[in-house]
Every structure is written in structure tokens, then in C-alpha cells.
């Protein structure tokens, strides 16, 4: 119908000789994936190959992680393997990713969120703070896991190590835990619970919530559908 024609004709496939500059004006959310990825801005009229390539990033692995971010309806049809994925690569983006979240975002958010709260009655800054650091401390043991035993797990196995006899990345699976939940509730805190007089410093630090659990659920899609699957091939190769 005419949706469907108008998403259709909304939908622009980028390529490897596609301009950098061009896929970055058209989509500002790629700049975080650029930044994670160690690609500078400044990159004139080069290509998506030309920049990687001038980088030391693997030009298949961004496009697909180009067109992952893109078009979230489509990553159940996105099936990554070792041929077009260099899992090294993404190990060291979830790295960085990890690093954005705990040094950057979450803290930026927590001192937006202290200013905010400034005129607010003291239970309510108390309640809401407490729930806040609750997040920012299940995150921060979440992510720390992944750090120091899922991505040496993996590193291994990309090393050419046998997998370990009493864990396997289906262990990771299936208590990988989705973090964003806790956002939720203390989105919810704001929306249905909080009675004071809310300033344009609060809402715009309610936007702040809402674009950091998008940016997490992202995040966790590309482990479990990026990652998660690629080990997993890595795992069965090692065990023959």
C-alpha cells in the first residue's frame, strides 16, 4: 500500500563506495558507530571504503553494522558469518561501547540529572537518585563481565583455543541480561510517580533517558544477533 511504498522509497541502501560524509549528514546517529570504531571526522569526499581502509576498519563489518543501526526491522534478515564479519572488530566496538556508556553517557546523564532535581522536594531527589545509581551500578556489573570473561572467552576461541569443557557462550545467552529494564522503571518513576513541578532541565534529561535505552537495546542487539552468533560458529569449529 502507500506506506509500505513510501518506506520503500525512504529506504536508501548504502554501499562501500558510498561518500562517508553523505551517510554521516543523512544519518547523525552514525556518528556514534564512527566514533566507537576509531574513524575521525574530517574524511572530505572519500568513500566508506576509503576511510575504513585509512582506518584499519574492516569495510564489510561497518557496512553491516551500518545497515544493522539503520534498519532495526531488518536484522532478523541480517545473518552475520565469519566470511563478511571480523569479530575481532566487534569485540573491540563493544568495547568501546562499554567505555561510552560507563565514562560518558551515564555519568553526563547522572550530573544532568543532579541539576535538574535542584528545586524538587528532598524524598523526591533521594528516590529518584537512588534508583539511578542502582542503574548506572547494574550496568556498570553487567558490562564488566562481558569485559573481563565473555570477550577473552571469545578472544581465545579467535586465537585458535579449544573452548573451555565448563562454559560456552550459550551460558552468556542465557543470562545476558537486559539492562535497559531498569531504565524503564525509572522512566516510569518520572512519567507516573513524580508530582513536583517539573523544569525544561528535567525533560530534557527525560529525552536523555529515552535516547540512552534505545542506544542500550541497540547495543544488546548486537550481541545477541552479531556476536552471539559468530562465537558460536567460532565454538563449533574449535570442538572438531
Known amino acids: 500500500d502507500t506506506l509500505e511504498i513510501r518506506i520503500m522509497i525512504n529506504r536508501v541502501h548504502y554501499t562501500a563506495h558510498s561518500k562517508m560524509a553523505d551517510l554521516l549528514s543523512e544519518h547523525y546517529n552514525i556518528f556514534s558507530l564512527i566514533s566507537r570504531l576509531g574513524i575521525p571526522l574530517g574524511m572530505g569526499d572519500h568513500t566508506i571504503r576509503e576511510v575504513c581502509e585509512a582506518n584499519g576498519v574492516d569495510t564489510d563489518t561497518f557496512m553491516y553494522l551500518v545497515h544493522f543501526d539503520l534498519y532495526p526491522d531488518l536484522r532478523e534478515t541480517l545473518t552475520p558469518d565469519l566470511e563478511t564479519i571480523d569479530v575481532a572488530q566487534i569485540i573491540s566496538f563493544l568495547r568501546a561501547s562499554h567505555s561510552y556508556f560507563l565514562e560518558v553517557r551515564l555519568p553526563d546523564i547522572g550530573e544532568a540529572l543532579d541539576v535538574a532535581l535542584e528545586g524538587a522536594p528532598h524524598d523526591i531527589r533521594v528516590v529518584v537518585k537512588h534508583y539511578f545509581a542502582d542503574y548506572c551500578k547494574e550496568v556498570r556489573n553487567h558490562m564488566h563481565y562481558e569485559d573481563e570473561v565473555v570477550f577473552p572467552y571469545a578472544e581465545g576461541l579467535l586465537r585458535g583455543e579449544e573452548g573451555k569443557k565448563d562454559y560456552n557462550i550459550t551460558n552468556f545467552e542465557r ?14 518513576l518520572f512519567l507516573k510517580y513524580y508530582t513536583w513541578e517539573a523544569n525544561l532541565k528535567l525533560y530534557n534529561v527525560l529525552h536523555d533517558l529515552y535516547a540512552c535505552g534505545e542506544e542500550l537495546l541497540n547495543h544488546n542487539d548486537i550481541e545477541n544477533q552479531i556476536f552471539i552468533p559468530c562465537i558460536k560458529v567460532l565454538e563449533k569449529s574449535s570442538s572438531r
Do not use: A, I, T
Not at 175 to 188: A, G, I, S, Y
Open 175 to 188: 543470562h545476558h541480561d537486559q539492562v535497559e529494564l531498569k531504565m524503564h522503571e525509572l522512566k516510569n
